[in-house]
């Protein structure tokens, strides 16, 4: 569950670095983005794995919350789960689940529309479509809205799973103070990002 979270933490970073550019340096967002689509390895090697890591992460997750709720076939009469967890420790599988469904959203609206782009219809490659065409997706409020929720939902997530990822695989030594404020400034700058980017394309809409 950790090393595949940890993973994602770190496809989340060059994720967000790709996407700062369509707001900065459109013309490099197209390059990256052109040379991400079509690099051999990015599309046959590091896709499959991203897309690996991001089923095992799910499924090892439901299978977690499955085996914590069987281990307490029967509920504590009074439960004061705030004493000593935190509301985002305790709901991991909500954060979870709802970022997942913004995850069948966000393939439908990007990773189906390419791949049928390129492997279905047999397009041409055309280099500088990317950044209209993500532009575009941010014009309609109901999709920027729902995902500027979800991204505040996986910064809840990813506040207590980065930090108790380091906790999982061990890591315990005087670094560790600085890297779990480390995952704290992460988890809310990240998504915060990413905010920023769905509200200017919204707001910035390209006028021809
Ligand atoms: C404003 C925010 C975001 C924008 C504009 C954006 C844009 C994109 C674009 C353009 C693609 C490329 C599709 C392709 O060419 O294959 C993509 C893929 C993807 N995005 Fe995002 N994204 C955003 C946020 C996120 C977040 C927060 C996550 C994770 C929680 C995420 C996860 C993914 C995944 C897993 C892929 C598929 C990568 C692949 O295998 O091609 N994205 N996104």
Avoid: C
């Amino acid at each position: 569950m950790a090393l595949s979270g940890l993973f994602l933490v770190f496809f989340l970073a060059q994720h967000f670095v790709i996407n700062i550019t369509s707001v900065i340096a459109p013309d490099t967002f197209n390059e990256w983005s052109h040379f991400m689509g079509y690099n051999g390895l990015v599309q046959f090697i590091l896709q499959p794995v991203l897309i690996a890591g991001v089923i095992v992460h799910f499924a090892m997750g439901i299978a977690l919350e499955l085996k914590n709720n069987k281990a307490r076939a029967i509920k504590y009469k009074q439960y004061n789960g705030n004493a000593n967890s935190s509301w985002m420790s305790r709901n991991m599988i909500i954060t979870g689940l709802v970022v997942l469904a913004f995850l069948g959203l966000h393939m439908y609206d990007f990773w189906v529309h390419e791949m049928a782009y390129k492997y279905i219809e047999v397009n041409p490659e055309s280099p500088t479509r990317y950044y209209e065409e993500t532009v575009l997706k941010f014009e309609p409020f109901w999709r920027t809205i729902i995902y500027v929720i979800s991204f505040v939902l996986l910064s809840l997530h990813l506040w207590h799973g980065f930090a108790s990822s380091f906790q999982t695989v061990g890591v315990n030594n005087k670094y560790s103070a600085g890297i779990q404020t480390f995952t704290k400034i992460y988890s809310i700058a990240i998504p915060l990002g990413f905010i920023f980017i769905a509200l200017y394309h919204h707001f910035n809409p390209i006028t021809h």
